[in-house]
């Protein structure tokens, strides 16, 4: 028998993604529900080879619901995911509502799937940020060997990352320019069209913004307290898929080579690493795929047991809903959850 599961927020990108890849996966479910805000009741989303009309979120009844994947905001999950879970139904949230709660687990499935039996607290569990799960995912079978103290990243996020208003900013913007018009800034900070925005979420007395503040907390919630991270956030004119130059400094001595071999080794890792025209990952390259492509793996001579490496991955897919379903298949795999309406009958 399967799972009856609902999706919130399935108008959007994240969402849409949710509803595809839960086709595309065979997730065993009974019946997908596609919900949104009341102004989107009656849209048409596709789920495999079906078509789903859209229903209001503060409508629906979750009593017999078992899996609730929640992408709609972190104003709409602190408002409703309590109350998912509260009538018994799973919620997988895809905000940073919950994700620095200490009673509600923070997972990545390949790094920290133990961790996942959390979720009874409150019936909810939380994704990370598109931007730490790919790190975080191309850095523990490092750490599980050579011990990482101190991550350098830089990232390179595209436009996804904010949403369908960003990618729509950047397409007009480009069409403009082209065009010799002014292109028109609404949803960014400035121009991303043919630019670099370093600047990604709100800035903080110390400097940093939320987003660089999130990779921070999250890297050491997900995978170890004790390592220390500084991060550089930048928006690009991408439109899928976010990169990241990462440098780490180990406990262990570690040589290029027997971090490939390690990486190629490890869950959810695609090595891509020729020293020639085109032996690296780029955004093209991951958009619409599930792995996290490392390339550009080389030795640091700068620091003790020095690492640099070029981390690549889809943000919709991996940074948000491939990683909420890749939960899901935790929660059945390991028999956490069983489905309601088998348990009724």
């Known amino acids: 028998m399967g799972y009856k599961v609902a999706v919130v927020g399935a108008t959007g990108n ?45 409508h629906f009844d979750f009593s ?12 709409v999950s602190k408002e409703w995911s309590p109350k998912i879970g509260a009538a018994g139904c799973v919620v997988i949230d895809n905000s940073s509502a919950f994700r620095y709660d200490s009673d509600v687990p923070l997972i990545v499935p390949e790094v920290n799937a133990d961790a996942v039996a959390g979720f009874t607290k409150r019936n909810i ?34 436009v996804s990352g904010a949403g369908k208003e960003g990618m729509d900013e950047l397409d007009r ?16 900070p400035a121009r991303i069209a043919f630019n670099l925005i370093p600047h990604i979420d709100v800035f903080m007395e110390d400097g940093y913004t939320k987003e660089e503040w999130k990779m921070t907390v999250e890297t050491k919630k997900i995978l170890d307290p004790k390592i220390k991270l500084t991060a550089t ?3 690009v004119p991408v439109f899928i898929a976010h990169s990241e130059a990462v440098n780490i400094e180990c406990e262990q001595p570690i040589t290029a080579e027997e971090a490939r071999e390690i990486l190629r080794a490890a869950p959810g890792v695609l090595v891509i690493d020729k020293q020639e025209n085109g032996g690296y990952a780029t955004p093209l390259d991951a958009a619409g795929e599930d792995a996290t492509y490392v390339s550009r793996i080389r030795e640091d001579a700068t620091v003790e047991n020095g690492l640099a490496f ?28 069983q489905p309601r309406a088998k348990a009724a009958a």
């Open 14 to 58: 994240v969402g849409r993604e949710m509803l595809a890849i839960l086709a595309e996966r065979g997730f065993p479910v009974s019946e997908v529900i596609p919900l949104a805000s009341r102004r989107s009741v009656g849209q048409e989303v596709s789920f495999g080879d079906k078509v789903l009309k859209v229903k209001a979120l503060e």
């Open 64 to 75: 017999d619901t078992d899996i609730c994947l929640m992408s709609a905001g972190g104003t």
């Open 125 to 158: 569990i939380a994704n990370p940020n598109c931007s730490t799960a790919q790190l975080v995912v191309a850095l523990k079978p490092l750490h599980d060997r050579f011990g990482i103290k101190r991550v350098v990243v830089s990232t390179y996020q595209s």
């Open 173 to 188: 913007q480009t069409k403009a320019l082209y065009s010799m018009k002014d292109p028109e800034t609404k949803k960014f």
């Open 233 to 235: 956030c930048v928006r």
């Open 310 to 337: 070029w981390c690549v991955s889809d943000n919709l897919r991996k940074g948000a809903a491939l990683n909420a379903v890749q939960i899901a298949e935790v929660l059945i795999n390991r028999k956490l959850i």
